[in-house]
């Protein structure tokens, strides 16, 4: 059984940057053949794709996320990041990671994904 675990700050002041982390479990990120996503939820609205590392650590994002959006691996510690980049009072949401078999680019239907983590609310607020 895959388990996925976001962990991040919770709270951060717009422009400074965010990391979080999401840590894997019951499957190696390199070698499980997964694809690892993170995926956001503002508050009063849908889901929001914002990029995907494969398990050979390519890198995909979404268009309107690329520019201010990084998303590394570090396998000793079998964990993912999500690094956005000068965060503004519109990146509060709560940040999921998930897994998937399949390469989904842009998709955020959950019955597409075969792992998800519990979710973790980042408020972006000074």
């Known amino acids: 059984q895959v388990q996925l675990q976001e962990s991040g700050p919770g709270l951060v002041k717009p422009s400074q940057t965010l990391s979080l982390t999401c840590t894997v479990s019951?499957?190696?990120?390199?070698?499980?053949?997964?694809?690892w996503s993170w995926i956001r939820q503002p508050p009063g609205k849908g889901l929001e794709w914002m990029g995907v590392?494969?398990?050979?650590?390519?890198?995909y994002y979404s268009p309107s996320l690329k520019s201010r959006t990084s998303i590394a691996r570090d396998t000793s510690k079998n964990e993912f990041t999500l690094q956005p980049v000068s965060v503004t009072p519109q990146d509060t949401a709560v940040y999921y990671c998930?897994?998937?078999?399949?390469?989904?680019?842009?998709?955020?239907?959950?019955?597409?994904?075969?792992?998800w983590g519990q979710g973790t609310q980042v408020t972006a607020s000074s």
């Open positions: 019951g499957a190696s990120i390199p070698t499980g053949y997964y694809y």
């Open positions: 590392i494969s398990y050979s650590g390519s890198t």
């Open positions: 998930a897994a998937a078999k399949s390469l989904s680019v842009g998709e955020t239907t959950k019955n597409l994904y075969d792992y």
